[in-house]
């Protein structure tokens, strides 16, 4: 089992800054991948970014290339969300998730950002 702890987020105004953090705990020998999704009222969880353990490869969802910016610290198991140019749009609940071969998916409980115009 991983546990993954959310922390950060918040209110902001469009054009403004935010960072999430995630710091993974249990049995985090076994990360292949973190990452941090989305998920806005009334529509459908979507891919925000990830980041490969292994190789420090970086993926990016299409509409916040440019704006966000994922990192990690391997010491700590964590990994940070850096939300730049922020817009109304972009308010979600945003959840972190780790992905180990064999178990799948792990999800925190969510963090909200609020983007206001």
């Known amino acids: 089992q991983v546990q993954l702890v959310e922390s950060g987020g918040g209110s902001a105004q469009a054009g403004g800054s935010l960072r999430v953090s995630c710091a993974a705990s249990?049995?985090?020998?076994?990360?292949?991948?973190m990452g941090w999704f989305r998920q806005a009222p009334g529509k459908e969880r979507e891919f925000v970014a990830a980041?490969?353990?292994?190789?420090?490869?970086?993926y990016y969802g299409d509409s916040v290339k440019g704006r966000f910016t994922i990192s990690r610290d391997n010491a700590k198991n964590a990994v940070y969300l850096l939300m730049n140019g922020l817009r109304p749009e972009d308010t979600a609940v945003y959840y972190c998730?780790?992905?180990?071969?064999?178990?799948?998916?792990?999800w925190g409980q969510g963090t909200q950002v609020t983007v206001s115009s």
């Open positions: 980041i490969v353990w292994s190789d420090n490869r970086s």
């Open positions: 998730a780790v992905w180990t071969p064999g178990s799948g998916w792990y």
């Open positions: 249990g049995r985090t020998f076994n990360i292949n991948t």
